[in-house]
């Protein structure tokens, strides 16, 4: 897991979908560097945004857009007027994010900000042409097993007493929530089939209400009875690859974690528990095909 790309732009590289569909218009050839682009709130809430993504744009390409250079100028100036000396030195490359961690391949986004409110902090798969910023995680190369336990209320149990807050908010974090999370350790082949069937079923879900977002999907007074039904299926596939059932309330699962997480790091060598622990034990490999 790891952050988005983070442009530090002044916004000059964000474009809305007037804003995209203005400079296509009117300079079709810029259309292949303008990219969807998302963040939390985007991504909740089926928001749409785009950015300019010109990291292998031929530079004659970009030399003949008036509007493109005139967005890199003020990027420019955004950059060399920062107080931060780290950022003042990417005004040499205007055209590209300060930092870049786009996935070459699909990835599965996590939001860093989610309502305390929801059962379950929605998660899903976006292809890499979809470019996640800074207020995102990215899990490049996972699979259905990786968001059917992430999807789970067992993880989301564990986000619950783990994470920390933004106002209320849950504000999920790759080094404290997501590196220490204790995944099922030694899952049986039946196992992760049916988390993988029951994760499928969750998306499938989803999509089969498409005019909602997942602020609506996952809100707990506008929740679809057939999603709740599917969650609860993959509670029940997740729960099984623990060995368990049946857990009366969030203490009790965090009570398991908890000791789970103390066996796996009770087999490590001493000094070792507790730095990247969730790095060293299973990096979720136990549910990967």
């Known amino acids: 897991m790891r952050f988005g790309s983070m442009p530090r732009d002044g916004g000059h590289l964000i474009l809305s979908r007037a804003e995209r569909d203005e400079l296509i218009v009117a300079e079709p050839q810029m259309g292949t560097y303008l990219l969807r682009y998302t963040g939390a709130e985007e991504f909740l809430n089926a928001g749409e945004r785009y950015c300019l993504w010109l990291n292998y744009a031929p530079p004659q390409v970009i030399s003949a857009s008036l509007r493109v250079r005139k967005r890199l100028d003020e990027v420019r100036k955004f950059r060399l007027a920062s107080k931060a000396a780290t950022t003042r030195k990417f005004a040499t490359t205007p055209g590209l994010f300060c930092q870049i961690a786009q996935p070459d391949s699909n990835y599965l986004l996590v939001p860093r900000v989610s309502s305390e409110r929801r059962a379950f902090v929605p998660i899903g798969f976006m292809p890499c042409t979809v470019i996640g910023n800074d207020q995102v995680l990215l899990v490049p190369g ?92 993959l509670d029940a596939a997740v729960d099984g690859a623990y060995g368990r059932k049946n857990f009366k309330n969030d203490a009790e699962r965090v009570a398991f974690l908890f000791e789970l997480y103390q066996k796996y790091t009770s087999l490590l060598p001493a000094g070792v528990a507790g730095k990247g622990t969730r790095k060293r034990i299973a990096r979720g490999k136990s549910i990967v095909s």
């Open 142 to 233: 996972a699979n259905l097993g990786h968001f059917g336990v992430l999807s789970s209320t067992m993880h989301n149990a564990w986000v619950r007493y783990t994470c920390g807050r933004l106002e209320s908010r849950y504000r999920y974090s790759k080094d404290i929530v997501y590196n220490n999370f204790p995944w099922p350790a030694t899952p049986t082949d039946a196992q992760k089939q049916k988390i993988e069937a029951a994760a499928q079923a969750v998306l499938d879900t989803r999509a089969a209400h498409p005019n909602a977002s997942l602020a609506d999907l996952y809100d707990p007074l506008t929740m679809p009875p057939n999603l709740v039904r599917a969650h609860q299926a």
